[in-house]
C-alpha cells in the first residue's frame, strides 16, 4: 500500500487533492469549540490547502505524510523560510507555523503529539484498506488525549474499491465509537461519480466515559 501511495505522487495521480480549502472544514470546525491556538494534528495530509486555512485561523499544524514529494510541494507552493530537521525517524519540515512530518502515521507516537488539542481526517480513513482502518481509529485514540476533539469526512460511494474507500456510516460508528463520542454533521451532495462525503465531530473519550 505504501509504495502505491509514493507512486501516485511521483506520477501525478493525486485527483484527490483539491486546488481549494474544503468547504466542510469551514462550514464545520468553527461548530467544533476547538480551544485558540490548539495544535492540530492532520494525519496521510499529502499537501492540502486545508493546513493552510488552519494555520491561518491561528491553530499551529502538525502534518504527517508518507511522501516526501508532497511535502515538499507543500512548502514550495507557499511563502516562508523553510526549517528541516530529524526527529526520532522522522524528516520535519516547518513553514511558519506548520509542521510537516515525512514518515508512516503508525510509527507517529504518544511522546510526539503530547500538544495536539484537534485532529482533522479529510483523507486518511478513506485512503486505507477496510484491514487497516480498524488499525487507523485504534491508533488514533491511543494519540489524543481525552477531551480532544476532531472532524473527520467520510465517503460513501457505489464501489467498494479505491482508494477513495468506501467507508459507511454504520463503519465509522464501528472504528470510533468504543474510543470517541460520534456526531453526525450532515452530508454532501451526492456527486456525478456516485461519491458522497459525511462529516463527523469526533471527542475523544475519557477512561471512566461509557
Known amino acids: 500500500m505504501q509504495e502505491d501511495w509514493l ?3 511521483e506520477e501525478g495521480r493525486i485527483g484527490f487533492h483539491r486546488d481549494s480549502v474544503h468547504p466542510t472544514l469551514v462550514r464545520h470546525w468553527p461548530t467544533l469549540g476547538v480551544a485558540p491556538g490548539s495544535k492540530v494534528l492532520v494525519p496521510m495530509c499529502g499537501k492540502s490547502l486545508d493546513m493552510r486555512w488552519l494555520a491561518e485561523k491561528q491553530h ?7 511522501s516526501m514529494l508532497a511535502l515538499e510541494q507543500f512548502v514550495s507552493e507557499g511563502s516562508g523560510d523553510v526549517a528541516r530537521y530529524q526527529h526520532t525517524g522522522f524528516s520535519v519540515m516547518r513553514q511558519g507555523n506548520i509542521e510537516l512530518w515525512c514518515g508512516d502515521f503508525f510509527h507517529f507516537h504518544i511522546q510526539q503529539a503530547a500538544e495536539v488539542g484537534a485532529f482533522y481526517d479529510r483523507a486518511a480513513l478513506i485512503a486505507l484498506p477496510e484491514a487497516t ?3 487507523y481509529a485504534f491508533h488514533m485514540a491511543q494519540l489524543v488525549p481525552p477531551g480532544t476533539p476532531g ?16 467507508v459507511t456510516s454504520d463503519e465509522v460508528q ?4 468504543p474510543n470517541f463520542t460520534i456526531t453526525h454533521l450532515g452530508d454532501g451532495e451526492v456527486e456525478p461519480n456516485g461519491f458522497q462525503e ?4 469526533l471527542v475523544r473519550r475519557g477512561p471512566i466515559e461509557s
Open 198 to 201: 459525511s462529516a463527523w465531530a
Open 60 to 66: 499551529p499544524v502538525l502534518g504527517i505524510e508518507l
Open 133 to 135: 482502518r480498524q488499525r
Open 174 to 177: 464501528r472504528l470510533f465509537a
Open 151 to 166: 472532524l473527520l469526512i467520510s465517503l460513501a460511494r457505489p464501489e467498494p474499491h479505491g482508494p477513495p474507500f468506501n
Open 7 to 9: 507512486k501516485r505522487w
